[in-house]
């Protein structure tokens, strides 16, 4: 068997074979036979190669930094977690009180001008659980999921849900992303009624921008990597800077403004740092298996109803939509529309009602509401209902991400003109086969979770992303072509 270094094969005299190595002689040189004498010169040059190369190693080693890798490293494996969590952390401010938890203390009064908003604070912004009401209404082991949010809580729920994410970083130079948990939503809903002069309903946001200003993180980047929740309409926020008397505050007009990403229940379809995020419904799952129990039990629903109007007329508007609306549902449906009066009953903290409705009809009418949007669209669908849409900007060009891409695969479009032209509401949705409701009614079952709120906590859904999780990829998407742009 050949050494690993020349052929060193001898006879059985000692002599070395013919073409062997010649020993290298002298009074230095004891052995005769010196082994490194023996190897080849081209096998020499190799060894010398690979020694010379180990000992670089060692001296990189003792002169790096850390002197050697941090014991962790040498025996912790890399986390699932930690490789998942890569470009998607986030980094939450700690504000001063006054920008959020103070609002909690001013429920009774300061926060609506009508009516205590307490309740809403509830369950980390869920609201009052409503397991007791609709009990017969929906399945007696998802009972515990249902809440009665208030559907401009949006800021509460986002925070919450931002505390509890899995890829939230306590250290902000590791942060992708950050996120300023400030509820200005809830500091001007008073504000917005009422005689109150423009400085009064700037003052929170001017302190909050401000504040903002003076961080190093928000210095590092002006803001182009920061994330704030508007719990309102984006109309709300737009209050041009000089025009006092204009509705709403001039927050989205404030220098500070112009680089953060705005996440709001209706965007402003031409402004390309907003995303428009579904309202917040009565339903927070636990689990997937809350999930798909609600959506096995809505499938099996007896639809007696074509189609349902909730819905009041606003008599006080000339040529009022709604009242159209209310009178083909009345007098021309022949008993095959359903009405809620939202002008008697409130429908807009949510009743037993408006879902019982909702799931007892093929279609839902969906007119647009304060702005173009409205909860009721999503209390629709989540009850397995088709909205029927008179407003491309009601949906469509609103919830990217969230409802499916192919507006007719879940939804049907009458042109406002065309109802008000005479076009009946009845003959257009009787138009639809059975068996195409069937398909377009599970579409709207199958994207349930991607509107819908999970309960915030540290383990809910596993498999199933909800409207939180598609919040998250938007917000990055937005970020980084937003980087790209800044880069260009």
Known sequence: MSPIFGDLVTENNGTLKKGSPKPIEGRNN??????????????????????????????????????????????????????????????????????????????INELDPWTSKCDAFQNEGLGPLAAEDVAGIVPEEIRPAWYWTDHYWGEVIFHNRMLNYKCRTMEPESATAFYIPFYVGLSVGKLLWGNYSAQERDRSSVMMMNWIQDQKWWRRSNGSDHVMMLGRLTWDFRRLIEEDNDWGISLLHMPAMKNIIRLCV???????????????????????????????????????????????????????????LLNQCLNNSGGSCRHMDCARTSCVSGTTSIMEAFLSSDFCLQPRGDGYTRRSVFDCMLSGSIPVFFWTRTAYLQYEGFVPSDKESYSVFIDR?????????????????????????????????????????????????????????EVLKKKYIKGRQLQS
């Not at 298996?289 to 007896?302: H, K, P, T, V």
């Not at 003959?427 to 709120?453: A, D, H, Q, T």
Request: overall charge positive; aromatic content about 10%; hydrophobic content about 35%.
């Open 30 to 107: 004891p052995n005769p036979n010196p082994i490194f004498s023996q190897i080849p010169p081209g096998r020499r040059t190799l060894l010398l190669f690979l020694i010379l190369l180990q000992l670089s190693l060692i001296i990189f080693v003792i002169q790096s930094p850390n002197g050697s890798p941090p014991p962790d490293s040498l025996h912790r494996p890399i986390s699932p977690a930690v490789s998942e969590c890569d470009g998607r952390r986030i980094y939450v401010y700690d504000l001063p009180p006054m920008f959020n938890k103070v609002f909690k203390d001013k429920c």
């Open 417 to 473: 003109r065309d109802v008000r032209n005479g076009t009946s509401i009845k003959k257009v949705l009787e138009s639809y086969s059975k068996g195409r409701i069937k398909r377009m009614r599970e579409k709207v079952i199958e994207n349930i979770p991607n509107f819908v709120y999970a309960k915030p906590n540290r383990h809910g859904l596993t498999t199933v992303r909800d409207a939180f999780d598609i919040t998250i990829d």
């Open 266 to 324: 209706e965007r402003n379809p031409w402004d390309h740092l907003e995303i428009a995020v579904p309202y917040p419904t009565i339903f927070h799952p636990r689990t997937n298996q809350d999930i798909l129990s609600w959506q096995n039990y809505i499938r099996r629903c007896n639809r007696t109803s074509l189609f349902t109007f909730v819905g009041g007329a606003r008599e006080t508007i000339k040529n009022d939509f709604r009242g159209i």
